[in-house]
């Protein structure tokens, strides 16, 4: 996909300016300039959302940033309008990133953007295979029909948005196909009313979970696939892998009859069939016995390539990266990575084909972001930056939300 050049961006909408970096880690300072900058050597790409736990009116709202970070720490952002919660994707192409007004793709040689005016809540970003744009889904909240999503579509020519019944929280790219799933099914969570099993004992009013084809659209509209018969699913990780149209994921709920379940789905997007088994450890034991805290399982974070070798890889709370057997649900502790998510600090994962890319924050406002690459196959460690000035130029105002690594890292 071929980038044209950049035409204007509005003067309050994007801006440049340099990190607070130490003098004393050898981290370059720069300050790039719009009409020029480019993705030149970053290794690493997150975007930072501002706190939202204070209530600010619209003529105080924040900024976000994304943040281009090199192999020596030293960093560049990127100043937007902002989003509650933001998303990015990275392919050959460059890098995708939005905020509530606006789309953007950073190339290797320029920086374009597009208007798109959308809800400030991202659920996921994806790059289409053969660098043929990108794929994004915010939340829009409820609505009169029910609960309803946006999906933006952008490309080298620009972005277009269209209305989705439902909210879909996980994300899932199969080919070109964008799928997602859905706790709360808007509009089509009535039709589920008329289907045998669709309907918890316990709580009548608890939904079921809706799979949908987002894209492409069916006469402009999603494309109900299937039911499945969970409620109360804490199934919220934004982008689950899909291999051969079957969907990959760790699934948090409760069934018919009220009853906790942890298990590994693989849902089949062309039949709607899905299978699960129970997650349990080496021994046969449910893993919230010796594993697994059952209180930070949500806390859990993996991505659309986390799938090797028949077996889903995830970074739980305690740092571990654990390894779950998809035909099995048997589940295996591989190695810890130092990096934890609790309510001091939160961690992330990005897995590709060579590596596995983590970042973690604090909340105490000093501390740096930590970044670490290591090894798919043997877990040891390949790189470890460390990104200063964030904590000391931010604070605990703005959140570590969407990250992404190049695609040959």
């Not at 480019?38 to 939202?52: H, I, K, M, R």
Request: hydrophobic share 35%; charged share 25%.
């Amino acid at each position: 996909m071929r980038l044209p050049r950049l035409v204007a961006l509005a003067a309050c909408a994007l801006l440049l300016v340099t990190a607070c970096a130490s003098p004393d880690d050898g981290a370059e300072m720069t300050i790039a300039d719009p009409d020029v900058v480019q993705l030149g050597e970053t290794v690493v790409a997150f975007y930072l959302s501002p706190d939202t736990s204070v209530d600010n009116p619209p003529e105080k709202r924040r900024p976000g940033y994304l943040v281009l970070v090199r192999a020596d720490g030293g960093t560049r952002l990127i100043e937007t309008g902002g989003m509650t919660e933001s998303h990015i994707a990275w392919s050959e192409t460059g890098l995708f990133f939005s905020d509530e007004t606006r789309d953007y793709i950073l190339g290797k040689d320029r920086l374009v953007s597009f208007e798109n005016k959308k809800a400030g809540h991202q659920q996921s970003a994806f790059a289409l295979p053969g660098d043929k744009g990108f794929l994004a889904v915010y939340n829009e909240g409820f609505s009169e029909s029910g609960y309803t999503n946006q999906v933006a579509v952008t490309t080298s020519t620009g972005s277009r948005l269209y209305r989705v019944e439902g909210n879909y929280f996980m994300n899932a790219l199969c080919g070109g196909v964008l799928n997602g799933i859905a706790t709360d099914g808007g509009a089509h969570s009535a039709d589920s009313a008329k289907i045998p099993g669709l309907r918890s004992k316990v709580d009548p009013s608890a939904q079921p979970e809706l799979l949908s084809q987002l894209y492409p659209a069916t006469e402009g509209k999603e494309k109900v696939l299937a039911w499945r018969g969970v409620f109360d699913a804490g199934d919220h990780n934004r982008h689950v892998p899909c291999h051969d149209g079957v969907i990959t994921f760790l699934s948090d709920y409760t069934d018919a009859d009220g009853k906790p379940r942890m298990t590994i789905v693989s849902w089949n997007t062309g039949t709607g069939k899905y299978t699960e088994q129970p997650l349990v450890d080496a021994e046969g034991r449910p893993i919230t016995e010796r594993l697994v805290d059952p209180e930070t399982f949500s806390q859990k974070t993996y991505d659309a390539k986390a799938v090797r070798e028949g077996r889903l890889e995830w970074l739980a709370a305690d740092g571990r990266i654990m390894s779950t057997g998809i035909a099995s649900g048997v589940t295996a502790p591989r190695f810890d990575t130092g990096f934890t998510s609790d309510s001091d600090s939160s961690s992330q994962a990005v897995f590709t084909d060579r590596s596995i890319n983590l970042v973690q924050e604090r909340f105490d406002g000093k501390t740096p972001v930590k970044i670490k690459r290591l090894d798919r196959v043997t877990g040891n460690l390949i790189t470890e930056i460390t990104v200063p000035g964030l904590a000391e130029r931010f604070g605990v105002q703005f959140n570590l939300r969407g990250m992404a690594v190049p695609p040959s890292s």
